[in-house]
């Protein structure tokens, strides 16, 4: 189950938080979803059948899930893949229950409900692919970003960023943001599979991302490098 | 292990140039977001810092590339 959230903001200028005092009474409602929470807060069968509902809510949300990453899964079978399902839609369901008075109605209670379902699914599907993978961690940076070719028409200006950023690395992350960058970042081992090895959480370590990748971008600044408008997020 | 092409290397090494949120508040915010992009409204003014990270994060992105195909897709 996913753990209870904590709203962390990352970057050089913390956006806005949305106002967090919303509730499900401070908002309008939308008639489904209003019948969403009357019934699953009902006692006896009423709760019961809005139960059972959403469970096979849930349980469509984890079948599109693992529908989406099949092609990627070619190892596991049709009944393997639909116990995943079963399985996701079945912590789903523990959460959705566990925190209805965390819905704050800006958006259906389907929508909300549904971003359960692919989690538990996705996450499950990300650990299954490399459950018996070794996770590569500690490959020198230097070596692994030089080796890289760049494309014909990038050749120079490219090739010589990459070797910046490479020293970079090398120079100003500590050791576990190096090893957390390189795993996430140039080998793509999935943030979940890594938080499990290393015994943490998703936001953890992409904090500890996203704080190795401001370094390297102030390094590389201060080293001269402008950081054309290829590597601005768009907006 | 097969390398990434040069430019998508260099993104994923730097990361989003803008600020964003982190992957807890990304899924606090993503049924909202997506609600808000299938309506048509402006998201990304709605949950500043969102954009930035769906560029940055591969997992959340995924769950939001999911989210939105099967909100979006007829029941």
């Not at chain 1, 469970?55 to 469509?60: D, N, P, Q, Y």
């Not at chain 1, 993978?133 to 970003?145: I, K, N």
């Not at chain 1, 070719?149 to 090398?170: H, K, T, Y």
């Not at chain 1, 576990?176 to 938080?195: E, M």
């Amino acid at each position: 189950m996913r753990p209870s959230t904590v709203h962390v903001l990352v970057g050089a200028d913390p956006p806005t938080t949305p106002p967090s005092g919303d509730s499900p009474a401070a908002q309008e409602l939308d008639p489904a979803s209003r019948e969403w929470l009357s019934s699953l807060r009902d006692e006896g069968p009423a709760r019961d059948d809005a139960t059972a509902r959403l469970h096979a809510l849930l349980l469509r949300g984890a079948r599109f899930e693992v529908g989406r990453r099949q092609a990627s899964l070619p190892h596991l079978r049709g009944a393997e893949l639909d116990d995943i399902a079963l399985e996701a839609a079945d912590d789903a369901l523990m959460s959705v229950l566990s925190r209805l008075d965390d819905f704050r109605g800006l958006s259906r209670f389907t929508t909300w409900a549904y971003k359960f379902a692919l989690y538990e699914a996705a996450v499950k599907l990300r650990r299954r692919a490399w459950q018996e993978r070794e996770v590569p961690m500690e490959q020198d940076a230097w070596d692994l970003v030089s080796s890289v070719s760049p494309e014909p028409d990038q050749e120079v200006e490219q090739a010589e960023l990459l070797a910046a950023i490479g020293r970079a690395i090398a120079r100003t992350l500590s050791p576990h943001q190096r090893r957390v960058l390189i795993a996430l970042a140039v080998n793509g081992v999935p943030i979940d599979v890594l938080a499990e090895r290393l015994d943490t959480t998703r936001g953890a370590l992409y904090k500890t991302l996203h704080d190795a990748r401001r370094k390297l971008r102030r390094q590389l600044v201060t080293d001269g490098y402008p950081l054309g408008s290829q590597l601005e997020a768009p907006q | 292990m097969t390398q990434p092409a040069l430019t998508p290397l260099v993104e994923l090494l730097l990361g989003p140039a803008a600020a964003e949120i982190g992957c807890d508040a990304c899924f606090d915010e993503l049924d909202r977001y997506v609600d808000l992009q299938l309506e048509g409204t402006d998201a990304d003014t709605a949950i500043p810092g969102m954009r930035a990270h769906l560029e940055g994060c591969p997992a959340c992105r995924e769950e939001h590339e999911s989210l939105r195909a099967l909100v979006g897709e007829p029941s």
